[in-house]
């Protein structure tokens, strides 16, 4: 089951910032917070990920709240070619391996 | 081109029938994972291989799903008696870190397998 709560869709204006929100309530204190994204029919494509700090890359940025129960993913300065649908994700650890636990993710459209 | 290539982009098998779907990762990637994704849903674990071995096959859903890594690179998925059920977008992806990094998974553009 998924560990992560997303909106089903949400609405940006180009150029203005997209926030993305995420519920993760049962997170664990060692399990990390990953965003990727799927633009329509090719492969999911990383984004960012965080344990506790914020966290800024050249795409995003991720807040995450002190007591990690949430995060926002930040585009800054969305354009057209940011619709995609958006997923958070919790990072779990299982016997042998780390798993990403994918949610159905947000369907996020920027309108011109 | 420098990413994960999968083959066939499209397959349209019948009912019963067997079907391989195949993964070509980033050159020097150790680590290969297989994903299967139906409409509307995220990406669901099957599989992930380090290196030749299968480090974790707790996804696959059933004896009839099988997959291969046979000499550390390219990645086979094997489906027998293919059934309508297992008619989804089957991803793979590789890292070039092990399963302790936090390092991002790199993702082909899937393999649609639609059973009649």
């Known amino acids: 089951d998924a560990k992560t709560t997303q909106p089903t869709s949400m609405d940006c204006a180009e150029g203005r910032a997209a926030n993305l929100p995420c519920n993760h309530s049962t997170i664990s204190g060692n399990e990390y917070v990953y965003w990727y994204r799927q633009i329509h029919s090719q492969g999911p494509q990383y984004i960012i990920h965080?344990?506790?700090?914020?966290e800024t890359n050249e795409m995003a940025s991720l807040i995450i709240t002190e007591d990690r129960k949430s995060s926002t993913l930040i585009l800054p300065h969305a354009t057209l070619r940011d619709t995609a649908v958006y997923y958070c994700i919790v990072r779990v650890a299982m016997d042998s391996n780390y798993q990403l636990i994918w949610g159905a993710g947000t369907k996020l459209i920027i309108k011109p | 081109g420098a990413g994960v290539s999968q083959t066939p982009s499209n397959k349209v098998t019948e009912k019963g029938k067997y079907v391989e779907l195949r993964c070509d990762p980033i050159s020097g990637h150790t680590a290969l994972y297989w994903y299967r994704q139906s409409l509307g849903q995220g990406p669901e674990f099957l599989i992930y291989?380090?290196?030749?071995?299968?480090?974790?096959d707790s996804g696959l859903p059933n004896d009839r799903f099988f997959a291969v890594r046979p000499e550390g690179s390219v990645s086979t998925l094997k489906i027998q008696r293919t059934e309508r059920g297992d008619s989804a977008v089957y991803l793979c992806a590789s890292s070039p870190w092990g399963t302790k990094n936090t390092g991002e998974l790199f993702f082909g553009e899937g393999s649609r397998l639609t059973v009649l």
């Open positions: 965080g344990l506790k700090n914020n």
């Open positions: 291989f380090q290196g030749t071995g299968a480090a974790d």
